[in-house]
C-alpha cells in the first residue's frame, strides 16, 4: 500500500506545470453536463454553480496545498462550465413558433445561403407576422424559396415579405438524434419554413450592414470572374458564401474528405496568417534601419492579426471562423510575447475563449474535429521534437511534415467525422496530400493578392492563378469520389462513445508520465461500445409526422413508402450506416413486419374518419388525426399527438423505448405544443 501510494505521489508531482491544459477540459465537461441534463435547471441552480465556482476558486488559491489546490480548480472550472452554458442559454432566449403558420412573413434580410435541397435560403430578423402577438414572433425567421423567380434582386439588408408556410424547428427525427431546436436555438431562429410564391421588397437595405453586403458582392465579383464551379469554390473560401456550389460538387468534397476545405476554418485562417505574416516580415527585412530598429517579428505578427480579423469579418464570422480566429490569435499574440506558438497552453487558452464565448460550440463536430486535430498535431510534433528524431535530409523534410500533418490530423478527426456524419472516406488522405500543399502555397497566396489588387481592378491574374489550384482540387475531388469503396458508412455510436473515447485519448496527450497510457483504456472501451452499436438500433421508428415507418430487417431498415419524408428516411439510413437510399430500403418492405410489433398504419384522412378501433394493435398509426375517439387503450401516433411525443421507437423484442420527446427532455428550446392556426 506504500508503494502505491509512493508511486501516486511521484505521478503527480509530474503534473507540475502541466495541468493547465486540462482547464478546457473540465470546463467542456461543466458544460456537456449541462446539456446532458434531462431537465432545465432553475436559474438560482445555475446561480449557486457560479458562486460555488468562485468560491471554490478562491479557497483553492488562498488554501490550497499539493493536492487540494489543483483539485479545488477542477471543482471551480467544472461548476463554472454548468453556469456558463447556463447563462449563455438564457442570454439568447427568444421566442419560438409553436405552431404551424400560414401568411404574410415580412423581415429584413440578415443571412443568405442555401439548404440541403439547394433552395436558396433567407434568413430574416425584425420579422412581423399576420395577426400574431409582437411578443410571439421569433427573433430570427428561416425562409427557404422554391417557386419561380422568387430569388430576384435578393440582397442584404433588405425588407422583404411573402406568402409563407412557417412551424418551429424540427425535432430529432428519432430518439436520442440531432436536435436541430437547440441548434436553431442558439441561432435565435425561432421559425422555418418555406415559399412558392416571390419574395418583394418593401423597403431599402435597412441597417446598411455593409460587411454583409460588401461580402455578397465580393462573392458576385469572384463568380464573375472565374466561371463553373472554381468560381463558386473561391467565393467560398474568400467569403463563406457557399450557395453557388452545386450538390454534385458538395457530394463528391464530402465523399473524398476534402469538404473541410469549403468551410473557412482553421487551416484557412492559419495559412492566410502565415502568408501575412512570413509575407509581412520579409517585406520588413529587407529594410535595414526598419529590420536593426524594431522588432520586425512581432509587428509581422501584429499584421497578420489584423488580416485575420478582416477575414472573419468578411467570411461572414461564423461559429467556425470565429474558433479559426481565435485559435490563430492565441498563436500570434504568444509570438509577439516570445512564447512558443504551437504549445498545448496555446491551444488551451483558445479553447478557454470559444467555450467562455460560445459554450454550444462544444455539442457541433467543427469544434471537435478542429480541436482534435490541433491537439494530436502538437502532441505529435512535439514528441518527435523532443525525441529529436530527424525527419530525413532537409529537402524531404517539408514533404515529410505534410505527410505526418495529414495522417495525423485525419486519424485524429476521423472518429468524430464518423460519428457525426455516418461515414469514412476510403482515399481520404490520398486525397488531402494531393490537395492541402496547394491550398497553402498556391490558393490561398493568390487570394491574398486578389483582395489586395482589387481596388486596383487588377485582380484577374491572382483570380486566375486561384482558380488553376481550385480546378486541380476539384479534380482530386471528383477522382477519389467515383473510386470504388471510396464511402464506408458506420452505425452512429451511443451517446457516451465520443465522450470516453476524448477522455481517454486526451489523457494519453495530457497526462505526464508513463500512466499516460491508462487513457487507452476509455478508448478501447468506446470502440468496443460503438461495435456492437448497431445492435442496439431501434428494430422499429415511427416518424412523428405518422407517414414513415421503418422495421430493421436482416438486409437492413425496410420502409413503408419509396417518397415523401425523404430527410427523415435519410437521416435513418445513415444512422443505421446503411447506404441505401429510401426508394432502395421501400424494396425491402413486407406488409407482415409489423405484425411482430402490433403496429397498424393506416394512410389518408378517410382512414381516420369514423368510428375508430384499435383492434388488436398496441400503437395505431394514423397520417391524419381522428375526428372522433378511438376505441381501445392503444397508443395513436397521429399529427397532434406526434407534435407531443415526437418520433417513437421500439425494440425487437416490442418494448416502448423512450420516445424523442422522453430523450429530449424539458428544456428552453423544446417548445410546448401551441395551438393550430
Sequence with gaps: MARILHAIGRGWLLQRGALFPWVPVLLACGIGGY???????????????????????GLALRFGREWTGPLGCAV?????????????????AGPVLGWRYYGPVEGRIVGIDRSASDALRLTL??????????????????????????????????????TAHLGPPAGPVEPGGFDFRRHAWFQRIGAIGYTRVPVLAVAGAEGAQPLFRTRMALADHVRARLQGQSGAFAAAIMTGDRSGLSRDTLDAMRVSNLAHLLAISGLHMGL??????AAARLWLAMLPRVALLWPIKKIAAALAILAAAG??????????????????????????????????????????????????????????MSFAATVALVAVFGWLRDARVRLGPRWLRPVLAVVISSAVAGAATAPVGAAHFNQLAQYGLVANLLSVPLMGVLVMPAAVVAVLLLPLGLDGAALWVMGLGLDWILGVARWAAALDGARITVVTPGAWVLPLMALGALFVVLWQGRTRLLGLGPVAVAAWLWAGAGAERPALLIA???????VMTPAGRALNKPRGGGFIARIWLENDGDPADQAEAHGRWRDDLLAPFAVSVRAGRAAARGPLSCGAARILVLTADPEGPVDGSCIVAAPRTSRITGALALAADGTLLPSAADVAGRRPWVPAPGPAR
Design 311 to 368: 477575414y472573419l469579418g468578411l467570411s461572414g464570422g461564423n461559429v467556425a471562423t470565429e474558433r479559426a480566429f481565435v485559435m490563430a490569435a492565441v498563436m500570434l499574440v504568444a509570438v509577439m510575447l516570445d512564447r512558443r506558438a504551437l504549445s498545448l497552453r496555446a491551444v488551451a487558452v483558445a479553447a478557454i475563449i470559444v467555450l467562455l464565448l460560445r459554450p454550444e460550440a462544444l455539442l457541433g463536430p467543427g469544434f471537435q
Design 125 to 162: 430578423d425584425r420579422v412581423t407576422l399576420d395577426r400574431v402577438d409582437p411578443a410571439r414572433v421569433p427573433q430570427r425567421v428561416r425562409v427557404s424559396l422554391h417557386g419561380p423567380d422568387t430569388a430576384a434582386d435578393v440582397v442584404p439588408g433588405l425588407r422583404v415579405m411573402t
Design 544 to 550: 412523428d409526422s405518422g407517414g414513415l415507418v421503418g
Design 35 to 57: 446539456f446532458a441534463l434531462p431537465v432545465e435547471p432553475p436559474a438560482a441552480a445555475l446561480a449557486a454553480c457560479g458562486a460555488l465556482a468562485a468560491t471554490a476558486l
Design 76 to 92: 471551480a472550472v467544472l461548476l463554472a462550465g454548468v453556469a456558463i452554458a447556463g447563462l449563455r442559454t438564457h442570454l439568447v
Design 272 to 277: 492566410l496568417a502565415g502568408f501575412v505574416f
